[in-house]
């Protein structure tokens, strides 16, 4: 799973600089959370987004909603699924 970078941060737990437009591989759910500002962050700031691919199939997207505790469910169109997981 990628994600993609919003506003520029350096990453406290690993210390890298990021710019808008990065992309990020492979967080944990809990920095994922701290990250997007799911769980509030001591800036409460989104850094992140979920980069997903238009062209993904609705199936994957309610799986990569589950992965990552975000509510949505087979009853949402692709385009409601796709809102939330952009956020």
Same mark, same amino acid.
Not at 3 to 23: I, M
Not at 32 to 47: I, V
Not at 50 to 63: C, F, G, M, R
């Given at each position: 799973?990628?994600?993609?970078?919003?506003?520029?941060?350096?990453?406290?737990?690993?210390?890298?600089?990021?710019?808008?437009?990065?992309?990020? @591989?492979?967080?944990?759910?809990?920095?994922?959370?701290?990250?997007?500002?799911?769980?509030?962050?001591?800036?409460?700031?989104?850094?992140?987004?979920? @980069?997903?691919? @238009?062209?993904?199939?609705?199936? @994957?997207?309610?799986?990569?909603?589950?992965?990552?505790?975000?509510?949505?469910?087979?009853?949402?169109?692709?385009?409601?699924?796709?809102?939330?997981?952009?956020?």
């Amino acid at each position: 799973m990628k994600y993609k970078v919003l506003v520029p941060f350096r990453d406290k737990e690993s210390d890298t600089p990021y710019v808008k437009g990065d992309y990020i @591989d492979n967080l944990s759910i809990k920095r994922y959370k701290e990250l997007s500002n799911q769980k509030k962050n001591a800036y409460d700031t989104k850094f992140i987004a979920i @980069d997903v691919v @238009d062209n993904s199939k609705k199936a @994957d997207l309610l799986e990569i909603a589950e992965a990552h505790n975000i509510k949505v469910s087979e009853d949402n169109t692709k385009a409601e699924i796709l809102k939330a997981l952009e956020g």
